[in-house]
């Protein structure tokens, strides 16, 4: 019988299934891990056909629409630590989750869009999922996005774990 309290239960349970994890376009990886911490790479907001979510918040996309592209931004993220370390069940907690929002100068709702990464965590973590944050407005960012979220999250101590050459 599974445990409908676990992360991965969750995930099944709300109906979500999570892209492939993303592709490094630079030179970075998509994480890295140092002891029991794992620091997750900004991520765009990637379709199910690859493309993103391009636009300005506050100009050429609503407030809804840049909150849809964070959740985008989360279900990667959520790809990136079942990558990592084989089950988002090895996760104890999202620790910090920071967000950039590409908005017009007169925007002042950044906290808003990335809800939109925060409130998937919590729904897939519970209140483990409840990190501290920032939300950042800039210019702009790469390929025309609206939002890029980075988070670091706490893994479960001695669990056996896939982060094998990504660990420090």
């Known amino acids: 019988m599974t445990d409908i309290n676990t992360p991965e ?9 999570l ?15 140092a002891g029991d911490v794992l ?13 993103v979510v391009r636009g300005r918040v506050g100009e050429s996309i609503s407030v809804e629409s840049a909150y849809s592209a964070a959740r985008l931004c989360g279900m990667t993220l959520l790809a990136n630590i079942q990558a990592a370390l084989g089950s ?5 907690a999202v ?9 017009t100068l007169e925007f002042e ?19 483990a999922g409840r990190s501290a944050r920032s939300a950042v ?8 996005i609206p ?4 988070a670091i999250v706490l893994v479960r101590p001695g669990l056996d774990t896939r982060a094998v050459g990504a660990a420090l």
């Open 88 to 92: 988002l069940d090895a996760v104890e």
């Open 39 to 51: 620091f997750l790479s900004g991520v765009s907001p990637r379709l199910a056909d690859n493309s």
């Open 137 to 144: 407005g800039v210019a702009g960012l790469p390929r025309g």
């Open 95 to 103: 620790l910090k989750v920071t967000g950039f929002v590409a908005a």
């Open 19 to 33: 892209p492939t994890p993303s592709t490094p376009i630079g030179t970075y990886s998509p994480y890295r891990r």
């Open 147 to 150: 939002v890029e979220v980075e």
């Open 109 to 127: 709702q950044h906290p808003k869009i990335i809800d939109g990464c925060a409130d998937l965590f919590v729904e897939v973590f519970g209140e």
């Open 9 to 17: 239960a969750r995930l099944l349970a709300l109906g979500l299934t």
